[in-house]
């Protein structure tokens, strides 16, 4: 069997001890050493947060607040969205753009009213912050919060379980923010995730994050989920992976990501990438990300080839087994004449030429409260 | 009378004269956590000792299994199609891989013996 390489000198997240408590097994992840499963396993964590409730810890993501005279005007030259518009205590998907209209990251803001909140990949985290640093300097200012943990608490009983520390969180509607004290623990929280399911993204000073998720933890419907299943959850509910799904190549048209331009921006432009993307808005990408049902069990990896049957159209960026489908799940890019729902394509797994579909996504769906 | 032997890289293969089975360890079982698909060789394929024989996935990933020893396959697992969870229920059992007749005896002197496994498992931990 082919063995998993290992890498020296990861750092650690505040909640490293707890996790081996509970018998994580750990992998490299964006230079840190992270929860990949528990003794629970992916396949059950998966299920357990489609379920009950599931704890993540994404400590390793990137906190920051944008400060300044108008930090949501300055954000808006450096991504899509409409920040401006976004109401106090209220929090917006978005993407870092490059001049060519592809994606330097996903990010997550939140209007804080004297300032800006924002959750950045780990992976991108000292880029981004380099880059907002550099191209807001004079106007806006980044301070890093290190010392800060995040953890998620993701499924349908994930309002019920905090609820029981603070009631007014069950009325928080998706994509809103508060700040909420949990047992004297004060937090900062928005009921946002990224698995499809109800939940909450908590962010938690790191000396009291280990209490915590404790605190958590001890509810039956709670479970310690690890990355492995977070990366399954996600997939199924048709989210992209910074890195797999979207990257400086891709665009924010081609990613299918077209609803986190917002209206104003598409006609006034004003941020990287502006023209590329206002003419793939008008005259359509040359290539699309897609949902993909592969025919069968066999699942299909990410760099999995697509063709029409004879020529390459494509390829997988991410793809497994998705537990809740009971089977094979894929997202993809496609040449634009087959990124139709509906479309027959043929993937090349291991050499051999099988059947798959084009689908709408997510294949599990969004169960977000909307309130 | 049957006789076990193992690799580095974690199958087992049980021979019986001529003809032998093939799977993977329990611990890389428990490694790789919950199988959900496993690609066995077809009957008549010609496999080469160190050479991909046969996958097997968990949800997070991929595998591949190595032939033990050069042979020609008479048989692969038809119940890993239907319930690939065989490999973590009963990796050194039901949840066999693929069954070979063996083309060069003296291939196995290569392999581990129990003791020789069990010794590389625990330098693992």
Redesign the interface.
């Given at each position: 069997m082919s063995a998993i390489p290992t890498e020296p000198s990861l750092k650690r997240v505040p909640l490293h001890g707890l996790h081996a408590e509970l018998g994580a097994k750990f992998v490299p992840f964006a230079g840190y050493e992270m929860p990949v499963q528990y003794k629970l396993g992916v396949l059950g964590e998966h299920l357990h947060t489609r379920t009950k409730a599931g704890l993540f810890d994404v400590s390793h993501m990137g906190q920051l607040r944008l400060r300044g005279a108008n930090p949501a005007a300055s954000l808006e030259t450096l991504v899509p969205g409409d920040i401006q518009a976004l109401k106090p205590w209220r929090t917006r998907y978005t993407l870092l753009t490059n001049d060519q209209g592809g994606v330097l990251d996903d990010l997550m803001v939140t209007n804080l009213e004297d300032h800006l909140f924002l959750i950045v990949n780990a992976a991108t985290k000292d880029a981004d912050i380099a880059h907002l640093t550099a191209r807001l300097a004079g106007e806006a200012a980044v301070e890093p919060l290190p010392d800060r943990a995040l953890l998620a608490l993701q499924g349908p009983a994930a309002a019920s379980v905090l609820s029981r520390f603070a009631p007014s969180i069950g009325g928080m509607a998706f994509m809103t923010a508060a700040n909420i004290s949990f047992d004297g623990i004060p937090c900062f929280v928005t009921r946002s995730g990224y698995t499809g399911e109800d939940g909450y993204e908590i962010s938690v000073p790191g000396a009291e994050a280990e209490r915590f998720a404790r605190l958590l933890l001890a509810h039956e419907e709670v479970a310690a989920i690890g990355l492995g299943a977070r990366d399954s959850l996600r997939l199924e509910a048709g989210l992209c992976l910074y890195g797999h799904d979207i990257d400086e190549t891709t665009t924010v048209i081609e990613a299918d990501l077209a609803w986190a331009v917002g209206k104003r921006r598409r006609a006034d432009g004003g941020f990287p990438g502006a023209a590329i993307i206002q003419r793939q808005l008008a005259e359509g990408a040359p290539r699309r990300r897609v949902g993909i049902l592969p025919e069968g069990k066999a699942p299909a990896r990410e760099h999995t080839e697509i063709t029409d049957g004879t020529t390459r159209i494509g390829e997988i960026t991410s793809g497994g087994f998705g537990p809740s489908q009971g089977g094979p799940v894929a997202m993809g890019y496609v040449d634009a004449k087959h990124a139709a729902i509906g479309t027959a394509i043929t993937l090349v797994v291991r050499g051999v030429a099988r059947p798959a579909q084009v689908v709408a996504l997510p294949f599990v769906p969004h169960r977000y409260f909307r309130g | 009378m049957s006789t076990i032997h193992y690799t580095k890289?974690?199958?087992w293969i049980r021979v019986d004269g001529d003809t032998a089975t093939v799977g993977?360890t329990a611990h890389?079982a428990e490694a790789l956590?919950?199988v959900?698909?496993v690609?066995v060789p077809a009957a008549g394929k010609a496999l080469s000792k160190g050479k991909e024989a046969a996958?097997?996935?968990?949800?997070?990933?991929?595998?591949?299994?190595?032939a033990p020893v050069s042979g020609t396959v008479t048989e692969g697992n038809p119940a890993l199609?239907d319930d690939p969870a065989l490999v973590n229920k009963d990796a050194m059992g039901d949840g066999w891989f693929f069954k070979l007749t063996v083309s060069d005896q003296s291939e196995l002197a290569d392999l581990l013996d129990q003791a020789a496994y069990d010794a590389l498992v625990a330098e693992s931990h």
């Open positions: - | 890289s974690h199958e993977i890389a956590g919950d959900v698909y690609e996958v097997v996935e968990s949800v997070k990933a991929a595998s591949e299994v190595y199609a």
